[in-house]
């Protein structure tokens, strides 16, 4: 005599047999560490033919060319002279930063769909780039934003907290049309805390898709490649990091990023992938390589607050 089924007991098919006849959506690969790279978006670039870039530069001074400007001539003599340029300028050569990317050719036919594994690894390892790119351009002992603003355009925070009165005063660095600050989210939210505190919130505003808070008008665009303490993540809830702010732009002697353009199987901006070819074990080889470099074609088109101190905190009643 068959047992009768107890009523909690579903008499029907089980979800793992059923599992081997459904299709599963997939995403593509999630690589955790990219970033939306605002920099490369917000920094005018400039294409190289050359690999090189030359600074020419005047020599300042107060009064570059004598004038006669008058109502009542009090000469008739008209004065002469010329500007003086710079004899040995700096010359800025692309940096390159290249990777070799190998597919299995067996797994890229058999389990190409519905995702071409080749193209999930190409865009994963270009992203990589760019997010080397994006650092180089901030830290690059050679062309780094960074290592390369003058002395005179750096300053110290007052109380080690970002406060308004710091960036305001890093706005009379890079007065002549400011184009935006850097700085990381931790360095962003310390900022927001102390116009919190004073009881004046900055407002937002939307750019190439992403939306920023403002101070004075200018966009503060949030990146992790300027460290805290050395490190883009932080576990600590104090450290020190940096704020930039930049002009940018060749027409207004701003800071540019460079590139070679018109690559051989040119994939985007700077960017080439060359198919290496398939060795005798089946595996294809790609070739990825970057060529960048930065450009600060003024003293004043870049200024830098230094030892801003990410970790004040605040009681509100």
């Avoid at 398939?278 to 088109?301: E, F, H, Q, R, T």
Wanted: proline letters at 5%; glycine letters at 6%.
């Amino acid at each position: 005599m068959s047992k009768e089924p107890k009523n909690d007991t579903i008499v029907a098919l089980g979800k793992k047999a059923a599992y081997n006849l459904a299709d599963v959506n997939k995403t593509r690969p999630q690589y955790g560490a990219l970033t939306p790279k605002w920099i490369t978006k917000v920094l005018e670039f400039k294409g190289l033919d050359s690999g090189i870039y030359r600074i020419n530069k005047v020599k300042e001074g107060e009064t570059p060319l004598d004038v006669l400007c008058s109502v009542e001539k009090k000469s008739d003599i008209i004065p002469q002279g010329y500007v003086e340029y710079e004899e040995d300028p700096r010359e800025l050569q692309l940096a390159s930063i290249s990777t070799i990317i190998n597919v299995n050719t067996a797994v890229a036919d058999v389990y190409g769909s519905p995702y071409d594994q080749v193209k999930e690894q190409l865009d994963l390892a270009i992203e990589s780039l760019r997010e080397r790119q994006e650092s180089q351009l901030i830290n690059n002992d050679d062309y780094g934003l960074l290592k390369n603003v003058p002395d005179s355009q750096r300053i110290q925070t007052r109380n080690g907290a970002p406060t308004p009165d710091d960036l305001d005063e890093l706005i009379t660095k890079v007065w002549k049309e400011p184009s935006f600050f850097l700085a990381h989210p931790r360095a962003i939210a310390a900022f927001e805390r102390e116009c919190t505190k004073r009881g004046v919130p900055p407002v937002t505003t939307n750019i190439a898709g992403g939306t920023f808070i403002c101070w004075r008008g200018i966009p503060i665009i949030p990146t992790d490649k300027l460290l805290v303490d050395g490190l883009k993540n932080p576990k600590s809830k104090s450290g020190k990091t940096n704020i930039l702010l930049v002009r940018t732009g060749e027409a207004k002697r701003g800071v540019i990023g460079l590139f070679q353009r018109n690559l051989k199987n040119e994939q985007s901006r700077g960017l080439s992938v060359r198919f290496r070819g398939i060795d005798d074990k089946g595996v294809a080889s790609y070739l990825l390589s970057l060529y960048c470099s930065a450009a600060i074609l003024s003293d004043d088109a870049i200024a830098v607050l230094e030892d801003v101190e990410v970790g004040e905190y605040y009681d509100y009643d």
